[in-house]
DNA sequence: CTAACTAACGCAACTGAGTTGCAAATATAA
DNA sequence: TTATATTTGCAACTCAGTTGCGTTAGTTAG
């Protein structure tokens, strides 16, 4: 896996401490982050404005993406290989625990094939999947 | 299809005037309505506190359900024979469009039957297409 | 039909996630 | 090392949704 470092660089983005440190948590993170959980595990010392602010410039480029969160929380994840574009179909499964409300990615499902609806284009296929996790 | 004060009577809800005229709005509705949706048709007579709680209450009584938004809003659709907890496995596939922000409720799908992972255990599957509808 | 009771409504004030503007701090390029 | 551009952090704001409470309206019993 990249560093922290690489990926900021690879980006073209700016590799300020805190950037280096949020995205670190990303990569050591098992699960994905909510705006809390990144000010719980990184210390209060930061304000929320510069997670906010970093988080959507991580998104932008292709480092993190959102996933969906049971309270409607902004909630991302690290992007790996099966998110780029270049991947032609643009198709996640994310597990949404009743529980403990955290949100996994499901990396090893086979997508199912859509049929096609007329009038509707199709661009992008989201699977959510609700019930409870290893852990609850 | 039923009157909306026979829905109302068999949830045992007052039939007041309020909610007849919002429950009327989602069965004469084509697609699904935010709160904002509801406060442009109703008129800006009643309050948004008056609109979150019939909304809250005809959830609970299964008489609507929530469904995914682009804006992460609360919106709505009116509940069919599909939607019972009843009919076994809840299994929801919606549509987002990119371009009116609006959500529709696709029937017409069969849904796919997705592979078991283990230590997590599946109560609800929900479909969110993205794209581009047929008026857009 | 009326009275009594209970649930729903409407107003005001609040909450909390997310945003905007701007000055100070820090990274990068020259 | 200095100049320039970007990022950070603070304060103040926005806006969807919530809470408390007194008033109004629907329902039920007499």
Chains 1, 2 share one sequence.
Do not use: W
């Amino acid at each position: 896996m990249r560093t922290s470092e690489e990926l900021l660089s690879n980006c073209g983005l700016r590799k300020t401490t805190f950037r280096k440190k949020l995205l670190k948590l990303f990569q050591d993170s098992e699960t994905t982050l909510t705006v809390e959980d990144i000010k719980k595990k990184i210390g209060n010392n930061n304000d929320k404005v510069t997670i906010y602010r970093a988080l959507s410039t991580f998104e932008k480029s292709g480092l993190i993406h959102q996933v969906p969160d049971k309270n409607k929380l902004s909630r991302y994840a690290l992007c790996n290989s099966k998110c780029k574009p270049s991947n032609q179909a643009y198709q996640h499964a994310h597990f949404i625990c009743d529980y403990c409300d955290n949100t996994f990615c499901i990396e090893e499902l086979e997508f199912p094939k859509i049929k096609k609806i007329k009038g509707f284009e199709f661009k992008k296929l989201e699977l959510i999947i609700q019930g409870s996790c290893p852990n609850c």
